[in-house]
């Protein structure tokens, strides 16, 4: 492969990477309204500064597409989505909050994706369905369970909008990837004790991993390994039980 792709997904990733940490230290204010739009696309000016961590984050990141993906529109569509999901890690972090922009993109590279795989349509449709329905119908769970919020509504954008972009197959991945991942680094953090039991943990930095993790490796090996893992529990409870009866 010629290094011209290279070159161009650099640049991006050079130019974007100026913009993220802006964006993650104002966007909330704007979104709470503490600014004015106004207010911030002055901040823009006035209050940038040259960041390093985030461009090479982007410089790894958008070479490692090109060289796993190749060079093709789907390059472009996730170098925005990678973006944008930066965006959600970072804010959501720090702030507890996903912006409604983070959702617009990720839906709007999935609309051009859809324009280049019309022909199977319906999995996407589904996709942004199933994938901000789960999380949907969890929040209400808790709600009605343990009377507090347990999915923000912001998660529930985000799935749509990556089952929008990533279709049903791919969400569904996600979200197990996304609740496996959570739960492992949820007990981890309790046992450093970093959070407490019934503290409130962001589930937006867990979509952001498992979606790269999708991005980047092939979902057939995390279905085969889910499955796997179910025929191994399934095998060794049904010994269990067998032990107990005997």
Same mark, same amino acid.
């Given at each position: 492969?010629? =290094?011209?792709?290279?070159?161009?997904?650099?640049?991006?990733?050079?130019?974007?990477? *100026?913009?993220?940490?802006?964006?993650?230290?104002?966007?909330?204010?704007?979104?709470?309204?503490?600014? @004015? /739009?106004?207010?911030?696309? %002055? @901040?823009? %000016?006035?209050?940038?500064?040259?960041?390093?961590?985030? @461009?090479?984050?982007?410089?790894?990141?958008?070479?490692?597409?090109?060289?796993? *993906?190749?060079? #093709?529109?789907?390059?472009?569509?996730?170098?925005?989505?990678?973006?944008?999901?930066?965006?959600?890690?970072?804010?959501?972090? %720090?702030?507890?909050?996903?912006?409604?922009?983070?959702?617009?993109?990720?839906?709007?590279? +999935?609309?051009?994706?859809? =324009? /280049?795989?019309?022909?199977?349509?319906?999995?996407?449709?589904?996709?942004?369905?199933?994938?901000?329905? !789960?999380?949907?119908?969890?929040?209400?769970?808790?709600?009605? !369970?343990?009377?507090?919020?347990?999915?923000?509504?912001?998660?529930?954008?985000?799935?749509?909008?990556?089952? /929008?972009?990533?279709?049903?197959?791919?969400?569904?991945?996600?979200?197990?990837? #996304?609740?496996?991942?959570?739960?492992?680094?949820?007990?981890?953090?309790? !046992?450093?004790?970093? %959070?407490?039991?019934?503290?409130?943990?962001? /589930?937006?930095?867990?979509?952001?991993?498992?979606?790269?993790?999708?991005?980047?490796?092939?979902?057939?090996?995390?279905?085969?390994?889910?499955?796997?893992? =179910?025929?191994?529990?399934?095998? +060794?409870? @049904?010994?269990?039980?067998?032990? !107990?009866?005997?």
């Amino acid at each position: 492969m010629s =290094c011209v792709p290279y070159i161009i997904v650099s640049l991006l990733g050079i130019l974007l990477g *100026q913009v993220t940490k802006h964006l993650c230290k104002k966007m909330p204010d704007w979104v709470s309204e503490k600014i @004015t /739009f106004k207010e911030y696309l %002055r @901040t823009l %000016r006035y209050d940038f500064k040259i960041d390093i961590k985030y @461009t090479l984050i982007y410089l790894v990141l958008y070479n490692l597409l090109v060289y796993i *993906q190749g060079f #093709s529109y789907i390059t472009i569509v996730y170098a925005f989505c990678i973006f944008s999901l930066m965006l959600v890690f970072s804010i959501d972090y %720090r702030y507890e909050l996903i912006p409604d922009e983070c959702h617009i993109i990720i839906a709007t590279v +999935g609309a051009i994706n859809l =324009c /280049f795989n019309i022909d199977i349509w319906y999995s996407y449709l589904i996709g942004a369905i199933v994938g901000g329905g !789960i999380f949907y119908l969890l929040g209400i769970l808790a709600l009605i !369970i343990y009377k507090k919020e347990g999915m923000g509504f912001g998660d529930v954008k985000l799935m749509a909008a990556l089952g /929008f972009l990533f279709g049903i197959k791919n969400i569904l991945v996600i979200t197990v990837l #996304s609740f496996a991942l959570g739960a492992v680094i949820s007990i981890i953090l309790m !046992i450093i004790k970093k %959070r407490k039991l019934d503290s409130y943990i962001p /589930f937006g930095p867990f979509i952001v991993l498992s979606t790269l993790l999708v991005i980047y490796f092939d979902v057939d090996i995390f279905i085969n390994v889910y499955f796997s893992f =179910c025929m191994w529990l399934g095998t +060794g409870i @049904t010994d269990l039980i067998y032990k !107990i009866v005997s």
